[in-house]
Each structure stands twice: as C-alpha cells, then as structure tokens.
C-alpha cells in the first residue's frame, strides 16, 4: 500500500460562520491577509516536504473561490513541488477538465511538470464538485461528456510524437496539437480519476485508469470498486484487477496516546464542519442524476460523504470509515477493518491537515503515522495483491 | 389540453420527438412556452382557443419531449420549431412566446419574418443590451429558490409548487426543464449576443408584455429589447409578474386578442 499526505491549503482565519451565507463561492476575498496567506503556503509546503522525508508520497488538489482549499491553480504548486522534493511522487488529483476550457493546456502543464520532476507525476482528474461550474462559469450539463472527451484529447496529446494531430470533437475543437514538452514518464504518467458514484467508476475501469473516492465510507466504498472491476473485465483487461488500481481518501490522525490522536482527529474535522454551502450552490441544475433530484425536491437532503456536516463527531467519522484516528495499533485496525470490508485498496489518500490543525501537531501526526502505521500498512496489503471480496482475493 | 397530437409516430423532426398540444380552431397561434413547460391546465392557453386554433409544442428537452445530444441552444430550438411549422403546413402563424419561450420566438422572427402575421413577447429574454459589468437578467442559478419565487412571482406563495401533491415523473419533467434551461441559457446567460443585431429583420407587428412585478425582466430591459425591433409596442400588466399570463390569464389573453385582432 503506498501512502499520500494531502493537504487543501485551507485558510482559516474567518469570520464567524452566521455572519456569511457560505464558505464557497461567494465569500467575499477581503477575508484573505495575503501575509497570513503566504505564510500559509509555505508551511503547507514544508509540510509536504516532511511527508517526503517519512517515506510519504505526496497528493494536491485544486478548488475556487474558497476558504477550504486556497489552490485555484494546482499545476502551479505542482511545479514548485516537483523542484523542492526529490523523490516522492506527485499526485495532482486532479485537473478539473470540465471546467478547462482548453485540455491541451492541462496536456502541456502536466507534461512540464513530469519533465520537471524526472518523471514523478501522477496526474489525476476529476469531473469537479458542483460548486465550481459557478467560478468556472462552467455548464453543468454533460459534465460527463466533457471530462471524457478532454480526458481522452490529454492522452492522446501526451502519446503522439509525430507532428501535429486535429481533433474537432463536440465540445473540444483543436487543429494543431503537438505539445512541448512530451512527457518524461513514457508512454505518459499514470491516470487517475476520481468518482463517487457506482456508474462513473465502472467507465474508469474499462480504461484501467486508478480509480479514486473520496470519503465515501462503509456505506459506499464496495459498490463503487465493485463497479470498476466490473468495468475492467466486461473490457477484456482479465479477471483479477489488483489493488494498485484503487485508492481511497480518508481523514487520518495518529497519535502516540489516544488523547493526542483525538486532539488532532477533532481539528481534522474542521473539514467537514467548516463546509458551508447553501442548497443553490450544492445542487446545480444537470449535475445529478434525474432520480437524485426527485429526491432532493422532495425535501431530502444528500450527505455527499457517509457522515454530514450536521452530526460531525470524531465516533460517527470513524464509525462511517471516513476517519481513521488513534494510536498507531487503533488506526492499523481500523483501516484494516475498512480493507476487508470493501475488497481492498492500493491507495491511502490522507487528508492530513485541515482548518486549525498546527504546524507542529500536522507533523507530528505524519510522523507518527508513517513510522508506526505506514510500515504495518506496506507489510499487510501488498500492491500486486488482487481486489475483490475476500474469498475470490484467498482464491486469487 | 386534452387534444394531443402526439402519439402513434409522433411529431419526428431532426430525430427529435416533439410532444405536441393543440386546442381551439381558425387561424394559427404557434405559442412557446416558458422554462416551466407546458402547464396543462393553461387557462391562458384556453382562452385563446376560444377565438384561435392554438399550437403548443415542448421545446426539445422540456416535457415528454427528447433532446438529443447535439442540441445545446435556443438558436437549435428555433430552427426545430420553424421545421415544425411547415411539418403542419402553416405558412403564416401569429407567434406568443414568454420568457425563454419568446428568445425562441424572437429568433425565429428573424431567420423567416415573412411567417409571423403578429409577435407577442411575454416577459421575453434573449438579448443583452445592459453594462458589461451587471447582469440584465439576475442569475437564477446562484439564488435560493425562495429569492427565484419571489422574483417570478406577484403572489408568490400561491404559486408555490405542491410537492407532496406531484408524482416523481411530475417532478422529474420539473428537474429536466431546469436542467435543459441551463443547457441552452447558461452562457452566455440568457441572451445570444448576435440576436441584438439580427432583430432589425422582424417585419411582424410586435407587442411586449411585462407583469409590473416580474423581478427577472425589468421596464429597462424590455424598453431596450423593443428600441431593436422596427414596429413594437410595450404594455404593463398589473398585479403579476415573470408570468402574467398565468397570474392575470383574463387580462393578458384580452390585451393579446385586441392586439391580434386589432392590427389585422
């Protein structure tokens, strides 16, 4: 199992929440100190390069127009972490491609960014939360259709080596494609691709992208690395589809005594906590599928991860499997509990830091992490080992 | 509207299976509805019927109507709808539209004006003649729906949609109205900006109507939509708004009728 330390670049220091109508989108950027927000960058940087130093590989993402997550332009921080580490691989989950208006700029960025680093970009994308089609002023209809067919264009401009190529698609119209750099990483740095739904991971599996979810708990998890290995098989890519393929994201603290690990796992929850989003910005028109909006107009209300907002505890995180939080020996169980539940995984993706979760605890909870669990972790749940239930796994 | 044409083959246009209301009988009114769909119980519509024979289409993507995966503006729409003309046989119509319905009529008054005896433009959208800096239509997609029902609406609570009282495919038509307006109206926002300098074309005599309280069409708006066009004239209805043609059905389908008949 490979480890990733990731980190939002939240930035904090906000007004009390009634005083805004949400942290998302319309919070008005006169809440930013550019000094405090330098400051900021560069301790999340330090923070990346420590998880470099514990053997820890390294995720970003990028989000707009808010507090949560001070990234709006991921390749960027990319590339000063691909000449600030040396060795961990860089994981960019992702490039939001339905919201890039031009995929063969997202081809370029990347390919830079591979060369940049010798080859150590892992270069992930995602469709984007509904909340960024309003900064993006990005349609939310056929989303789908727009990811595919940029994602598809970026592969394509990342293995053609022979001059310019056309590709006049329906939503992408490009008559000279010959980017430079290529990338260092041939025939192009692994694919990843995150989803939450059961249908979208399906689609990833017939391409044999690594497939990513997010905080989707006990409640979902199964289902959707279900649905990619079906995907993988009806494609003709064999039986057995190992645990490389898959990854998962979690909340994660540990801590050399439980009262340590719990302090931290509650400031880790600010992440959940801190997520106010009015209905208008959660739910675009088209973003959800039509049986989905029936329900929400009925007057129900969809946690996006397996516990919400409202009834955020460290007990109800763990309880959910979103959170991993403990002793070194606590959390190992836990995520091993988690392991078997849903037929494994290659992938940890630790969210690591959020809101007011210190320098020195943020640290101190990789640290403890990667010398007292990680180890456990890599010994356990090889990465060649073969996903599924955990009889066709024995079988296998 | 119980006398739906649609049924057997359908109403087949581009691949595109057009769910079709008519009622009424005598000259043709072609009438395009808003981003709410067609509401079968018009009443408006009715009222109308009395005196016309009234052609009621879903727009592709609304109602039982399909959208294929091509379609993505109201420009499309406009060319459907005037394929949809000559399927009838109807050379010449008078032509209602409101709200998202009247850029589509718009639109089409300016690719064939020689088709359309009368306009009617109903709290229409369609052109951006505002500051670069302020939206001449608030943006219905960052607002509650609480906000949005109080801008479409001079009663707003009576209008408020009783979800219990709904079937889930009732619900579901309203989810995919929403979800094709912002197909087609979200950027650019509610205008194609190339209708502006076609409107010069539109020969038909050419009414706008705007409820008093419609909080999504302003005076200004409207004032400047019909400076665009060669022979237009602008009426207020009271005590209604976005939608005066469900709110005061009696008194907009009379100033309609007059206008119709008067200028014919």
Request: proline share 7%; with cysteine; charged share 20%.
């Amino acid at each position: 199992m490979k480890a990733w330390h990731f980190s939002e670049n939240a930035y904090p220091y906000l007004p009390p929440e009634q005083d805004y109508e949400s942290i998302r989108v319309t919070l008005p950027n006169r809440n930013y100190d550019p000094k405090l927000g330098a400051a900021l960058y560069d301790r999340f940087l330090d923070e990346w390069c420590i998880a470099e130093d514990e053997g820890v590989e390294i995720m970003l993402n990028e989000h707009h127009q808010t507090a949560t997550c001070v990234d709006p332009a991921a390749p960027i921080v990319l590339g000063a972490l691909a000449r600030l580490t040396k060795k961990a691989r860089l994981l960019i989950l992702g490039n939001p491609v339905a919201n890039r208006r031009q995929p063969v700029r997202v081809a370029e960025e990347m390919a830079m960014v591979d060369v940049l680093s010798k080859g150590r970009l892992e270069c992930g994308f995602v469709r984007g939360v509904p909340y960024e089609v309003l900064p993006a002023n990005s349609n939310p209809v056929r989303m789908n259709e727009r990811q595919w067919e940029a994602m598809d264009l970026i592969v394509k401009a990342w293995t053609h080596h022979d001059g310019p190529f056309s590709h006049e698609g329906r939503f992408f119209h490009h008559r000279n494609v010959n980017i430079w750099p290529r990338c260092y990483q041939q025939p192009h740095p692994p694919v990843w691709v995150s989803t939450t739904s059961p249908g979208g991971a399906k689609r990833v599996g017939t391409r044999g992208y690594v497939q990513a979810t997010f905080l989707t708990g006990y409640r979902e998890t199964a289902a959707i690395y279900n649905a990619y290995r079906a995907g993988w098989r009806e494609a003709g890519r064999g039986q057995d589809i190992p645990v490389n393929r898959l990854a998962y994201a979690c909340l994660l603290y540990a801590g050399d005594t439980e009262q340590q690990a719990r302090a931290g796992a509650e400031k880790l929850l600010w992440y959940m906590t801190s997520n106010k989003v009015p209905p208008h910005f959660q739910y675009p028109p088209g973003y959800l599928p039509p049986a989905a909006q029936v329900n929400l107009i009925r007057g129900a209300t969809l946690d996006q991860h397996a516990a919400n907002r409202g009834n955020a505890t460290v007990d109800r995180a763990i309880e959910a499997g979103i959170m991993f939080a403990g002793t070194p020996d606590q959390v190992f169980l836990q995520i091993k509990k988690f392991y078997d539940h849903v037929g494994g995984f290659g992938h940890l993706l630790i969210m690591g830091q959020a809101g007011f979760l210190e320098h020195d605890e943020t640290v101190a909870g990789i640290r403890c992490f990667a010398r007292n669990v990680y180890p456990r972790l890599k010994d356990a749940f090889p990465d060649l080992a073969i996903s599924g239930p955990e009889k066709e796994r024995v079988v296998a | 509207m119980n006398d739906v044409i649609h049924g057997g083959d359908g109403v087949t246009i581009a691949g595109i299976e057009l769910e079709l209301f008519e009622r009424g009988g005598g000259s043709p009114i072609l009438f395009l509805h808003g981003a709410g769909g067609v509401r079968p119980d018009d009443p408006f519509v009715d009222l109308l019927a009395q005196r016309y024979r009234v052609i009621v289409p879903s727009h592709p993507g609304f109602g039982k109507s399909t959208l294929p995966d091509w379609l993505d503006s109201v420009d499309d729409i406009a060319h459907i709808h005037l394929e949809l003309l000559d399927r009838l046989g109807l050379r010449q119509v008078d032509l209602i539209g409101t709200s998202v319905g009247g850029w589509i009529a718009a639109e089409m008054a300016t690719k064939t004006p020689e088709r359309f005896a009368h306009l009617v433009l109903i709290g229409p959208v369609g052109v951006k003649t505002g500051p670069v800096d302020r939206l001449d239509v608030p943006d219905m997609f960052a607002m509650p729906q609480d906000k949005l029902q109080r801008l479409l609406y001079h009663d707003p609570d009576k209008f408020r949609p009783d979800v219990k009282a709904l079937s889930d495919e009732q619900i579901a038509t309203m989810a995919r109205n929403r979800e094709t307006l912002a197909l087609i109206a979200w950027e650019p926002y509610m205008h194609n900006p190339k209708l502006k300098h076609r409107l010069h074309r539109v020969s038909a005599p050419t009414l706008f109507l705007r409820g008093e309280s419609d909080g999504l069409v302003s005076a200004e708006y409207l004032e400047r939509y019909a400076r665009l066009i060669p022979n237009a004239r602008l009426a207020t209805i009271g005590q209604a708004g976005h939608a005066p043609q469900l709110e005061q059905a009696q008194v907009t389908a009379a100033k309609v009728l007059e206008f119709l008949g008067a200028t014919r």
